[in-house]
């Protein structure tokens, strides 16, 4: 399955840590938007993290990949119920999204 490469599961561990952050620095009453272009990490957090809770963090097609992180963020957002994370499509244009990514590549470059 090629969502399940290694280099894809650092990817999403990257993307999850940096939603954690962004949580972090809120305080618990904000009231905002969230955006993230990870449709993975939006869809964990919005459709299926609560079935998991309920089940005891497990699934029916295996293991949850990164659940220590998937399961940080969801606590963050749990605590910030006034907070809505949405998806928002890569590399079309949006001026924050581009920039948030060439913040990040260039972060990527100065520690590889």
Do not use: F
């Amino acid at each position: 399955m090629d969502s399940l490469r290694p280099e894809r599961l650092r990817g999403l561990r990257l993307e999850l840590k940096a939603l954690i952050e962004g949580y972090k620095m809120l305080r618990e009453d904000a009231e905002m938007v969230i955006y993230s272009d990870s449709q993975l990490c939006v869809n964990t957090i919005n459709q299926w993290a609560d079935a998991w809770a309920r089940k005891g963090w497990k699934r029916k097609s295996g293991p949850i990949a990164n659940l220590d992180l998937v399961q940080e963020l969801y606590a963050l957002a749990k605590s910030h119920p006034g907070v809505e994370l949405r998806w928002i499509r890569a590399h079309q244009g949006n001026r924050w999204n581009e920039y948030a990514d060439a913040l990040a590549t260039a972060w990527v470059r100065e520690e590889l």
